[in-house]
Protein backbone atom coordinates (compact mmCIF):
# COMPACT_ATOMS: atom_id res chain seq x y z
CA UNK A 1 0.00 0.00 0.00
CA UNK A 2 1.75 2.96 -1.18
CA UNK A 3 -0.79 5.49 -0.27
CA UNK A 4 -0.73 6.65 -3.99
CA UNK A 5 -3.27 4.46 -6.06
CA UNK A 6 -3.44 4.36 -9.99
CA UNK A 7 -5.90 2.77 -12.34
CA UNK A 8 -5.66 1.03 -14.03
CA UNK A 9 -2.53 -0.89 -13.90
CA UNK A 10 -2.74 -2.01 -17.81
CA UNK A 11 -4.68 0.02 -20.27
CA UNK A 12 -4.16 -1.32 -24.69
CA UNK A 13 -5.99 1.60 -26.79
CA UNK A 14 -6.31 2.23 -30.32
CA UNK A 15 -5.25 5.96 -31.56
CA UNK A 16 -8.30 7.02 -32.21
CA UNK A 17 -9.74 5.97 -28.99
CA UNK A 18 -10.33 8.27 -25.32
CA UNK A 19 -9.23 7.15 -21.82
CA UNK A 20 -8.31 8.57 -19.06
CA UNK A 21 -5.53 7.42 -16.11
CA UNK A 22 -6.70 8.05 -12.34
CA UNK A 23 -4.53 9.13 -9.26
CA UNK A 24 -5.56 9.27 -6.18
CA UNK A 25 -3.61 9.72 -3.10
CA UNK A 26 -4.43 9.84 0.76
CA UNK A 27 -1.69 11.61 2.46
CA UNK A 28 -2.80 14.87 3.04
CA UNK A 29 -0.48 16.01 0.46
CA UNK A 30 -0.76 19.16 -1.73
CA UNK A 31 1.22 18.65 -4.46
CA UNK A 32 0.71 16.52 -7.31
CA UNK A 33 2.80 14.88 -10.54
CA UNK A 34 2.62 13.19 -13.50
CA UNK A 35 5.96 11.47 -15.14
CA UNK A 36 6.46 9.70 -18.14
CA UNK A 37 8.68 6.49 -17.85
CA UNK A 38 10.35 5.18 -21.21
CA UNK A 39 12.53 1.91 -21.46
CA UNK A 40 16.03 3.03 -21.40
CA UNK A 41 15.07 6.96 -20.86
CA UNK A 42 15.17 8.86 -17.59
CA UNK A 43 11.46 10.24 -16.50
CA UNK A 44 10.17 12.65 -18.20
CA UNK A 45 8.58 14.90 -15.86
CA UNK A 46 5.14 15.95 -17.60
CA UNK A 47 3.02 17.63 -15.10
CA UNK A 48 2.92 19.69 -11.72
CA UNK A 49 -0.26 20.46 -9.46
CA UNK A 50 0.23 22.42 -6.47
CA UNK A 51 -3.10 23.44 -4.48
CA UNK A 52 -5.30 22.09 -7.56
CA UNK A 53 -3.11 24.62 -9.76
CA UNK A 54 -1.30 23.87 -12.26
CA UNK A 55 2.22 24.86 -12.03
CA UNK A 56 4.29 22.91 -14.91
CA UNK A 57 3.55 22.14 -18.10
CA UNK A 58 6.59 20.59 -19.74
CA UNK A 59 5.72 20.92 -23.11
CA UNK A 60 3.83 18.15 -23.10
CA UNK A 61 1.08 17.65 -26.65
CA UNK A 62 -2.32 18.39 -26.48
CA UNK A 63 -3.32 14.86 -26.59
CA UNK A 64 -2.86 14.60 -23.13
CA UNK A 65 -4.53 16.87 -21.00
CA UNK A 66 -4.36 16.93 -17.15
CA UNK A 67 -7.18 17.71 -14.45
CA UNK A 68 -7.20 18.26 -10.77
CA UNK A 69 -10.26 18.81 -9.42
CA UNK A 70 -9.02 18.69 -5.96
CA UNK A 71 -5.65 17.77 -3.83
CA UNK A 72 -6.59 13.99 -3.57
CA UNK A 73 -6.92 13.52 -7.33
CA UNK A 74 -5.61 14.20 -10.78
CA UNK A 75 -6.31 12.28 -14.23
CA UNK A 76 -4.59 12.19 -17.64
CA UNK A 77 -6.71 12.55 -20.16
CA UNK A 78 -6.02 10.87 -23.73
CA UNK A 79 -7.04 11.46 -26.95
CA UNK A 80 -5.75 10.73 -30.69
CA UNK A 81 -2.51 9.19 -29.20
CA UNK A 82 0.47 7.91 -30.88
CA UNK A 83 2.44 4.40 -30.72
CA UNK A 84 5.56 6.44 -29.07
CA UNK A 85 3.72 7.37 -26.53
CA UNK A 86 3.29 3.61 -24.93
CA UNK A 87 4.81 3.87 -21.57
CA UNK A 88 4.40 3.53 -17.76
CA UNK A 89 3.10 6.48 -16.67
CA UNK A 90 3.70 7.48 -12.87
CA UNK A 91 1.62 9.63 -10.41
CA UNK A 92 3.37 11.10 -7.86
CA UNK A 93 2.38 13.32 -4.49
CA UNK A 94 4.28 15.62 -2.31
CA UNK A 95 3.59 17.33 0.86
CA UNK A 96 4.50 20.76 -0.78
CA UNK A 97 6.61 22.11 -3.13
CA UNK A 98 9.21 21.96 -0.86
CA UNK A 99 10.42 18.45 -1.91
CA UNK A 100 11.44 18.47 1.41
CA UNK A 101 10.13 14.77 2.01
CA UNK A 102 10.78 14.14 -1.27
CA UNK A 103 7.56 12.54 -3.62
CA UNK A 104 5.60 8.75 -3.00
CA UNK A 105 4.94 6.95 -5.96
CA UNK A 106 2.36 5.04 -6.77
CA UNK A 107 2.35 1.83 -9.14
CA UNK A 108 2.09 3.16 -12.46
CA UNK A 109 -0.38 2.71 -15.66
CA UNK A 110 1.57 0.61 -18.12
CA UNK A 111 0.16 2.41 -21.62
CA UNK A 112 -0.48 0.11 -24.61
CA UNK A 113 -0.90 2.51 -27.24
CA UNK A 114 -1.79 0.13 -30.88
CA UNK B 1 19.87 23.95 -15.54
CA UNK B 2 19.93 20.94 -13.20
CA UNK B 3 21.03 17.31 -14.36
CA UNK B 4 21.59 13.54 -13.16
CA UNK B 5 24.20 11.16 -14.63
CA UNK B 6 24.28 8.05 -13.16
CA UNK B 7 27.01 6.25 -14.20
CA UNK B 8 27.02 2.53 -15.58
CA UNK B 9 23.35 1.38 -16.88
CA UNK B 10 23.88 -1.85 -15.24
CA UNK B 11 25.95 -3.07 -12.10
CA UNK B 12 26.15 -6.68 -11.14
CA UNK B 13 27.56 -7.90 -7.74
CA UNK B 14 27.82 -10.93 -5.68
CA UNK B 15 25.53 -11.76 -2.59
CA UNK B 16 27.75 -10.54 0.55
CA UNK B 17 29.72 -7.71 -1.17
CA UNK B 18 29.62 -4.44 -1.47
CA UNK B 19 27.01 -2.73 -3.60
CA UNK B 20 28.39 0.96 -5.02
CA UNK B 21 25.98 2.77 -7.50
CA UNK B 22 27.67 5.79 -8.64
CA UNK B 23 25.48 9.39 -9.31
CA UNK B 24 26.79 12.91 -9.89
CA UNK B 25 24.62 15.74 -10.52
CA UNK B 26 25.04 19.34 -11.82
CA UNK B 27 23.56 22.14 -10.17
CA UNK B 28 23.66 26.14 -9.66
CA UNK B 29 22.96 25.82 -6.25
CA UNK B 30 22.60 23.81 -3.69
CA UNK B 31 20.29 20.95 -4.34
CA UNK B 32 18.29 18.05 -2.17
CA UNK B 33 19.29 15.01 -3.82
CA UNK B 34 17.33 11.25 -3.40
CA UNK B 35 17.87 7.58 -4.29
CA UNK B 36 14.53 5.39 -5.72
CA UNK B 37 14.21 2.49 -5.87
CA UNK B 38 11.63 0.37 -8.27
CA UNK B 39 11.33 -3.77 -8.64
CA UNK B 40 9.20 -4.74 -11.73
CA UNK B 41 5.97 -3.69 -12.22
CA UNK B 42 5.96 -1.35 -9.38
CA UNK B 43 6.04 2.48 -9.02
CA UNK B 44 9.97 3.97 -7.34
CA UNK B 45 10.24 3.91 -3.52
CA UNK B 46 12.16 6.47 -1.20
CA UNK B 47 15.47 4.90 -0.42
CA UNK B 48 17.08 7.70 1.28
CA UNK B 49 17.47 11.99 0.61
CA UNK B 50 19.26 14.49 1.23
CA UNK B 51 18.35 18.03 2.51
CA UNK B 52 21.31 20.16 3.65
CA UNK B 53 21.54 18.33 7.12
CA UNK B 54 23.90 15.56 7.65
CA UNK B 55 26.13 14.81 4.15
CA UNK B 56 26.07 10.74 5.15
CA UNK B 57 22.36 9.85 5.18
CA UNK B 58 21.25 6.34 6.07
CA UNK B 59 17.59 4.96 4.72
CA UNK B 60 16.24 2.06 3.77
CA UNK B 61 17.15 -1.72 3.84
CA UNK B 62 20.74 -0.94 4.94
CA UNK B 63 21.60 1.93 2.51
CA UNK B 64 23.51 5.01 2.56
CA UNK B 65 25.25 7.36 0.60
CA UNK B 66 27.28 10.68 1.31
CA UNK B 67 26.74 14.17 -0.05
CA UNK B 68 30.04 15.59 -2.02
CA UNK B 69 29.60 18.59 -2.81
CA UNK B 70 33.49 18.76 -4.08
CA UNK B 71 33.15 15.88 -6.15
CA UNK B 72 28.97 16.86 -6.71
CA UNK B 73 28.85 13.04 -6.02
CA UNK B 74 25.74 11.52 -3.83
CA UNK B 75 26.55 7.36 -4.28
CA UNK B 76 24.84 4.91 -3.02
CA UNK B 77 26.28 2.58 -0.92
CA UNK B 78 25.41 -1.06 0.93
CA UNK B 79 27.89 -2.78 2.28
CA UNK B 80 26.42 -6.64 1.90
CA UNK B 81 24.09 -7.38 -1.14
CA UNK B 82 21.36 -9.74 -0.62
CA UNK B 83 19.30 -11.14 -3.71
CA UNK B 84 16.40 -9.20 -3.17
CA UNK B 85 18.45 -5.94 -3.75
CA UNK B 86 17.75 -6.55 -7.00
CA UNK B 87 16.10 -3.97 -8.85
CA UNK B 88 16.45 -0.64 -10.82
CA UNK B 89 18.02 2.28 -8.71
CA UNK B 90 17.25 6.08 -9.52
CA UNK B 91 19.10 9.38 -8.63
CA UNK B 92 17.23 12.56 -8.78
CA UNK B 93 17.95 16.05 -7.82
CA UNK B 94 16.02 19.31 -6.85
CA UNK B 95 17.11 22.26 -7.43
CA UNK B 96 16.88 24.79 -6.07
CA UNK B 97 14.89 22.56 -3.90
CA UNK B 98 11.28 23.77 -4.55
CA UNK B 99 11.36 22.80 -8.10
CA UNK B 100 10.51 19.39 -9.61
CA UNK B 101 12.41 16.16 -9.32
CA UNK B 102 14.79 15.70 -11.99
CA UNK B 103 15.70 11.73 -12.88
CA UNK B 104 18.70 10.05 -13.91
CA UNK B 105 18.58 7.62 -16.45
CA UNK B 106 18.58 4.73 -13.85
CA UNK B 107 21.22 1.57 -12.72
CA UNK B 108 19.80 -1.62 -12.83
CA UNK B 109 21.37 -3.87 -10.18
CA UNK B 110 21.77 -7.47 -9.97
CA UNK B 111 22.91 -9.98 -7.56
CA UNK B 112 24.53 -13.32 -7.93
CA UNK B 113 24.14 -15.98 -5.93
Known amino acids: ETGVTQTPRHLVMGMTNKKSLKCEQH?????MYWYKQSAKKPLELMFV???????ENNSVPSRFSPECPNSSHLFLHLHTLQPEDSALYLC?????????????FGSGTRLTVV | AQSVTQLGSHVSVSEGALVLLRCNYS??????LFWYVQYPNQGLQLLLK??????LVKGINGFEAEFKKSETSFHLTKPSAHMSDAAEYFC???????????FGKGTRLSVIA
Open chain 1, 92 to 104: ASSQDSSNHYGYT
Open chain 1, 27 to 31: LGHNA
Open chain 2, 92 to 102: AVSSPPNTPLV
Open chain 1, 49 to 55: YNFKEQT
Open chain 2, 27 to 32: SSVPPY
Open chain 2, 50 to 55: YTSAAT
